[in-house]
């Protein structure tokens, strides 16, 4: 299959998503978090470790920087995944929030410094939805008692993110410029392609 008839079944498929995401029932999401229960308990486990890595997508990052007065580059970095182009570029896909010491560089003492303006895969933590079904990742604030109240906020937040991931998805994709695949190269540029298209940077994470 050439890659623009592949394109355009992958679009077919995201809008067909998001018409599924669309018609979630935030109720249904909201009994199902009622009854395997949460409650944070600030150990801050998901902001650290190996695993913490926020994908962060250009509104949100614009909220980030909003709210703090930072620059772009001190919020987010391109992640290590990509390819070469035959120029020696590296492409990749999307943003992930800025690590420091092995935590996410917001994560201090406890807290969280931008949690009015974190990310929604922050503020839905532990939950995701995988085709529509809710999901759970590894957290110890699972199982406890949640108050109904709670409980509807966060399916409803659950709900907005999987239609926002993939109205983003949708947006990168109809944006996305195929390249030359190419060798590693040393040139320390690299292209973020994002639902805004492509940011070109200049980083030390590829060379
Ligand atoms: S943005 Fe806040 S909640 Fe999200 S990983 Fe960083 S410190 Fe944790």
């Known amino acids: 299959m050439r890659r623009k008839d592949s394109t355009e079944v992958l679009l077919a498929k995201l809008r067909d998503d998001l018409r599924a995401a669309r018609g979630l029932s935030t109720e249904r999401l909201a009994a199902q978090i009622q009854e395997i229960g949460f409650q944070c308990l600030r150990c801050g486990d998901c902001c650290t470790g190996e695993d913490n890595s926020v994908v962060v997508f250009p509104f949100e990052i614009r909220r980030i920087l909003g709210a703090t007065a930072m620059d ?17 570029i590296f492409h990749t896909l999307e943003w992930r929030l800025k690590r420091e010491d092995g935590s996410c560089k917001f994560y201090a003492k406890c807290n969280c410094k931008i949690y009015g303006s974190r990310p929604l895969l922050c503020s839905t933590y532990p939950f995701y939805l995988d085709s529509g079904a809710l999901r759970c990742s590894e957290c110890r604030g699972l199982g406890r008692k949640i108050r109904p109240g709670e409980a509807w906020k966060i399916a409803a ?29 040393k040139r320390g540029l690299c292209v973020v392609h994002d639902s805004e298209g492509e940011h070109r940077v200049i980083t030390e994470l590829h060379s």
């Open 72 to 88: 772009w580059s001190d919020v987010v970095e391109p992640p290590q995944e990509g390819e070469w182009d035959s120029e020696g």
């Open 157 to 185: 937040l659950l709900k907005r993110r999987c239609i926002i991931e993939i109205r983003e998805a949708i947006a990168l994709l109809e944006r996305y410029e195929d390249f030359e695949r190419g060798r590693p190269g």
